[in-house]
C-alpha cells in the first residue's frame, strides 16, 4: 500500500512544488523578533532556544556542503533536478538561521562568525552524527552503486530531516505560535518545514525505487541503521541534563524522541524499508511502540548505555534489565543454528545475565544457565561499550577485556546474530 503511494508521486511533481514553494530568507523581517527575545523570553528560555536553534543553524549547513555527492550518484536526471533545488534550499536556510543569530541573538557578523559563536552549544550526539554524515557524502563519492545510495539517503533525508529535524521544527513551531512570539523566526520557520517535507519526500521515493531495482539496498539500509541510532539517541539531550531547557516551551524530552521514532518507522514503511522486514538484526527493538522505544532510549541514554560516556555506566538491576531486554529484541533469530541458541554473560562487576532463543522466542533473565552454547566473561562497562558501538568486540577480546569460551563456531556467527 505505502509502496504503490509512493508510485503516485513522480520527481516532476516534487520539482514543480519547489518551483511555488520559493521564499526569501533576506526579506524576513526581524525587527520585532529582537524585542521578543529580549523582552518576553526569560534567562534559561533564550539559553535553551540558542542551544536548539544553534544545532539547527549548523545542521543546514553540514547538509548544505554534504549535498554534492547526492547529486553526482542519482542515477536519474529527474533525480538530479530536485537534489540541485535541494542544496538551494539547505543554503537559504542556512542564511535565514546565520541572519537570526547575528541581528537577534547577536552572535557573530558573517555566517562563519555565527557558526564558531555557537558551535559550543552543540550536542555529542549531533557532533557524532554530522561526523557519520561527512563520511557517508565522502563514501559516496567513491561508491556510487545504488546500495550505497540507498544507504546514503536514508542517512540524510530519513535520519537527518525524517527523525531529527522534523520532530525539532515540530516542537519549535507549537510554542512559537502558542505564544506569539519571534514572528519573522516563526515565518521563517514555517517555509523551512515546508521545505523539508518535500525534501523527505524525495527521500522516501527515491529509497522506494532503489530498493525495487536493487535488493542489496535493503541490507546497506539495516546496517546503516544499526551504526547511527545510538548516535543519534543523544543528539537532544540538554546540557547537564537541564529539562528545563526542553519543558520550559511546554514539551518533554520524551515527546521530542518519540515524534521522532514515529517519523522514522513510517518513512521506512512508506519507502518499502519496514523495520520488521529490513535484513539481519532489528536495527531497533519490535514489539514496542514509539512512546516505549523513545522511553527505554532516554533511560539507557541517562544510565550512561548509550550517548556520550562520561563515566562508567549505571549497573542497578534495572538499568541492566534495561540493557537486557534491549538486546533480547534486537537478535537476529535467523541466525541463530537450528533455530534455537543459550548465550551467558559472566560481568566482574555485576550479576550474571543469559539470553535464550527458542525456536524465534526470545527471553533474557538474570542469572545462570547450566549449559549456555557460549559464555562472555568481562565488565558491565565493557559490554555496554560494545553494545553501544563505543567498543569493536574484536579489539575487546585482543585486550582480553572480553573473553569467549564455548561454540567458537556460534563466537563467528555473533555479527550476524547481534549486528555487533
Same mark, same amino acid.
Given at each position: 500500500?505505502?509502496?504503490?503511494?509512493?508510485?503516485?508521486?513522480?520527481?516532476?511533481?516534487?520539482?514543480?512544488?519547489?518551483?511555488?514553494?520559493?521564499?526569501?530568507?533576506?526579506?524576513?523581517?526581524?525587527?520585532?523578533?529582537?524585542?521578543?527575545?529580549?523582552?518576553?523570553?526569560?534567562?534559561?528560555?533564550?539559553?535553551?532556544?540558542?542551544?536548539?536553534?544553534?544545532?539547527?543553524?549548523?545542521?543546514?549547513?553540514?547538509?548544505?556542503?554534504?549535498?554534492?555527492?547526492?547529486?553526482?550518484? +542519482?542515477?536519474?536526471?529527474?533525480?538530479?533536478?530536485?537534489?540541485?533545488?535541494?542544496?538551494?534550499?539547505? +543554503?537559504?536556510?542556512?542564511?535565514?538561521?546565520?541572519?537570526?543569530?547575528?541581528?537577534?541573538?547577536?552572535?557573530?557578523?558573517?555566517?562563519?562568525?555565527?557558526?564558531?559563536?555557537?558551535?559550543?552549544?552543540?550536542?555529542?550526539?549531533?557532533?557524532?552524527?554530522?561526523?557519520?554524515?561527512?563520511?557517508?557524502?565522502?563514501?559516496?563519492?567513491?561508491?556510487?552503486?545504488?546500495?550505497?545510495?540507498?544507504?546514503?539517503?536514508?542517512?540524510?533525508?530519513? %535520519?537527518?530531516?525524517?527523525?531529527?529535524?522534523?520532530?525539532?521544527?515540530?516542537?519549535?513551531?507549537?510554542?512559537?505560535?502558542?505564544?506569539?512570539?519571534?514572528?519573522?523566526?516563526?515565518?521563517?520557520?514555517?517555509?523551512?518545514?515546508?521545505?523539508?517535507?518535500?525534501?523527505?519526500?524525495?527521500?522516501?521515493?527515491?529509497?522506494?525505487?532503489?530498493?525495487?531495482?536493487?535488493?542489496?539496498?535493503?541490507? +546497506?539500509?539495516?546496517?546503516?541503521?544499526?551504526?547511527?541510532?545510538?548516535?543519534?539517541?543523544?543528539?537532544?539531550?540538554?546540557?547537564?541534563?537541564?529539562?528545563?531547557?526542553?519543558?520550559?516551551?511546554?514539551?518533554?524530552?520524551?515527546?521530542?524522541?518519540?515524534?521522532?521514532?514515529?517519523?522514522?518507522?513510517?518513512?521506512?514503511?512508506?519507502?518499502?524499508?519496514?523495520?520488521?522486514?529490513?535484513?539481519?538484526?532489528?536495527?531497533?527493538?519490535?514489539?514496542?511502540?514509539?512512546?516505549?522505544?523513545?522511553?527505554?532510549?532516554? +533511560?539507557?541514554?541517562?544510565?550512561?548505555?548509550?550517548?556520550?560516556?562520561?563515566?562508567?555506566?549505571?549497573?542497578?538491576?534495572?538499568?541492566?534489565?534495561?540493557?537486557?531486554?534491549?538486546?533480547?529484541?534486537?537478535?537476529?533469530?535467523?541466525?541463530?543454528?537450528?533455530?534455537?541458541?543459550?548465550?551467558?554473560?559472566?560481568?566482574?562487576?555485576?550479576?550474571?545475565?543469559?539470553?535464550?532463543?527458542?525456536?524465534?522466542?526470545?527471553?533474557?533473565?538474570?542469572?545462570?544457565?547450566?549449559?549456555?552454547?557460549?559464555?562472555?566473561?568481562?565488565?558491565?562497562?565493557?559490554?555496554?561499550? %560494545?553494545?553501544?558501538?563505543?567498543?569493536?568486540?574484536?579489539?575487546?577480546?585482543?585486550?582480553?577485556?572480553?573473553?569467549?569460551?564455548?561454540?567458537?563456531?556460534?563466537?563467528?556467527?555473533?555479527?550476524?546474530?547481534?549486528?555487533?
Amino acid at each position: 500500500m505505502a509502496t504503490v503511494a509512493m508510485d503516485r508521486i513522480s520527481y516532476g511533481d516534487l520539482y514543480r512544488r519547489w518551483e511555488k514553494g520559493n521564499w526569501s530568507a533576506t526579506d524576513l523581517d526581524f525587527s520585532e523578533d529582537r524585542g521578543d527575545w529580549h523582552e518576553k523570553f526569560t534567562d534559561i528560555e533564550r539559553r535553551g532556544a540558542l542551544w536548539n536553534y544553534a544545532m539547527f543553524f549548523h545542521g543546514e549547513d553540514s547538509v548544505t556542503d554534504n549535498l554534492s555527492p547526492y547529486i553526482d550518484a +542519482a542515477p536519474r536526471e529527474e533525480q538530479k533536478y530536485f537534489l540541485a533545488t535541494q542544496q538551494v534550499d539547505e +543554503a537559504r536556510h542556512s542564511i535565514f538561521f546565520a541572519r537570526f543569530m547575528k541581528e537577534v541573538v547577536e552572535r557573530g557578523e558573517d555566517v562563519s562568525g555565527s557558526l564558531a559563536a555557537t558551535q559550543p552549544e552543540l550536542t555529542w550526539g549531533f557532533r557524532k552524527t554530522f561526523e557519520k554524515l561527512d563520511r557517508v557524502a565522502d563514501e559516496l563519492r567513491k561508491d556510487k552503486s545504488k546500495p550505497n545510495l540507498a544507504r546514503s539517503i536514508c542517512m540524510y533525508h530519513l %535520519i537527518v530531516e525524517a527523525t531529527l529535524a522534523q520532530p525539532g521544527q515540530h516542537f519549535i513551531e507549537g510554542y512559537l505560535t502558542e505564544r506569539g512570539v519571534l514572528p519573522g523566526f516563526r515565518a521563517g520557520m514555517e517555509n523551512v518545514s515546508r521545505d523539508e517535507q518535500r525534501h523527505i519526500g524525495f527521500g522516501v521515493k527515491c529509497i522506494s525505487d532503489l530498493v525495487k531495482e536493487d535488493p542489496d539496498c535493503r541490507a +546497506a539500509i539495516a546496517d546503516l541503521l544499526r551504526e547511527v541510532l545510538p548516535m543519534t539517541v543523544g543528539v537532544f539531550v540538554p546540557p547537564n541534563w537541564d529539562m528545563r531547557y526542553i519543558e520550559s516551551f511546554g514539551s518533554t524530552m520524551l515527546d521530542v524522541y518519540e515524534h521522532g521514532m514515529t517519523s522514522l518507522e513510517q518513512k521506512l514503511r512508506a519507502a518499502g524499508c519496514a523495520l520488521e522486514e529490513l535484513p539481519g538484526p532489528p536495527p531497533i527493538p519490535l514489539g514496542m511502540s514509539a512512546h516505549e522505544r523513545a522511553e527505554r532510549a532516554i +533511560a539507557l541514554v541517562r544510565a550512561g548505555i548509550f550517548g556520550e560516556k562520561t563515566g562508567p555506566p549505571a549497573r542497578d538491576p534495572e538499568t541492566v534489565g534495561l540493557l537486557f531486554d534491549f538486546i533480547a529484541r534486537v537478535v537476529d533469530t535467523d541466525a541463530t543454528p537450528n533455530g534455537g541458541v543459550k548465550l551467558q554473560w559472566d560481568f566482574t562487576d555485576t550479576q550474571p545475565w543469559h539470553i535464550v532463543v527458542d525456536n524465534g522466542n526470545t527471553r533474557a533473565v538474570q542469572g545462570r544457565l547450566e549449559d549456555p552454547d557460549l559464555t562472555f566473561r568481562c565488565g558491565f562497562e565493557d559490554w555496554a561499550d %560494545i553494545v553501544a558501538g563505543r567498543e569493536d568486540p574484536r579489539l575487546a577480546m585482543a585486550k582480553l577485556k572480553l573473553r569467549p569460551r564455548g561454540n567458537l563456531r556460534l563466537l563467528m556467527r555473533m555479527p550476524k546474530l547481534l549486528g555487533r
